[in-house]
């Protein structure tokens, strides 16, 4: 395979129906090692990335979490990661979030690091306590405030999940008072997921390819799903979108694969170690 990197968005794209690693995705992965560097690259908090790194065999690997506000590495087989990017949104702004949300049904999530804060084990959290396999922890947001306050740190990401109609108005208020300090990203319509506005996965992988893996552009190859996906896949030597990618998302790709469900990124990175031509492939 003449790729030396894979980087691939994880939810959407990576996992199957049950937001597992499958089978066959698995021993695709774990063989692809031996040709090239597997990188995870995601909104998700590093625990919700770890076990996934654990199943695959690349705990040594540098990871992409909160979609590039904080990138991690773990050298030599460290336990504690090496902090090579950290962009938290500021704590007033973080607070102002949590102000747009009171007295509305929205359910507010506060992420630094492995920090995960909410204010009930509602609906909401169980959900995505299900989804990503970590529980957060319960907290008076002004104790967690004043905390971070006294650290010195804000949010990694602010997750705002509740009625569509809801979550439009926290954009757009957002948008209109905060535009150029936040990142603003509605994963669906009742998710809104809030980074400080310097990030994304592609200049997180800048910092990797220049401080890392010494690795050019043409070097990688990487898969996804959605918005918060484009400038990765459109920046890399072979940018694949798996096949329930949003159609923006397959615009720019240079490649369609089956959907994520499908083992879409498992079933390309087969074909590529064969030494399959992406031009001439078909799924």
Not at 57 to 65: A, E, R, V
Not at 187 to 198: F, G, V
Not at 233 to 240: F, I, Q, Y
């Amino acid at each position: 395979m003449k790729y030396k990197a894979i980087c691939t968005d994880i939810d959407g794209t990576l996992l199957n129906a049950e937001r597992q690693l499958s089978v066959e995705t698995l021993k695709v992965l774990q063989g692809a090692k031996a040709h090239a560097h597997i990188i995870l690259a995601s909104s998700r908090m590093p625990a919700a990335m770890r076990h996934l790194q654990e199943e695959l065999g690349i705990l040594n690997s540098p990871l992409i979490c909160y979609n590039g506000g904080y990138v991690i590495d773990f050298p030599d087989g460290a336990n504690e990661p090496v902090v090579l990017h950290s962009a938290p949104i500021p704590l007033e702004v973080c607070k102002v979030i949590n102000a747009l949300a009171e007295g509305t049904e929205v359910h507010v999530s506060l992420y630094h690091a492995d920090e995960w804060y909410v204010p009930a084990q509602d609906y909401w959290a169980n959900r995505e306590a299900n989804n990503t396999k970590v529980q957060p922890a319960l907290a008076d947001f002004s104790k967690v405030f004043d905390d971070w306050g006294q650290r010195g740190i804000g949010a990694h990401k602010v997750m705002c999940m509740g009625p569509a109609e809801e979550i439009e108005a926290i954009e757009q208020h957002l948008k209109a008072n905060h535009e150029g300090d936040l990142s603003l990203y509605r994963s669906k319509p009742t998710y809104l997921e809030i980074a400080h506005s310097s990030i994304s996965k592609r200049t997180a992988l800048q910092l990797l390819l220049d401080d890392i893996l010494g690795l050019e552009w043409k070097d990688l190859v990487a898969f996804g799903d959605n918005y918060n996906d484009m400038e990765m896949l459109d920046a890399v030597g072979l940018g694949v979108a798996v096949g329930n990618a949003r159609e923006e998302v397959k615009a720019i790709a240079n490649l369609i694969t089956v959907p994520g469900k499908e083992d879409g990124v498992a079933r390309t990175v087969a074909r590529l170690i064969d030494g399959d031509d992406p031009a001439n492939m078909q799924f």
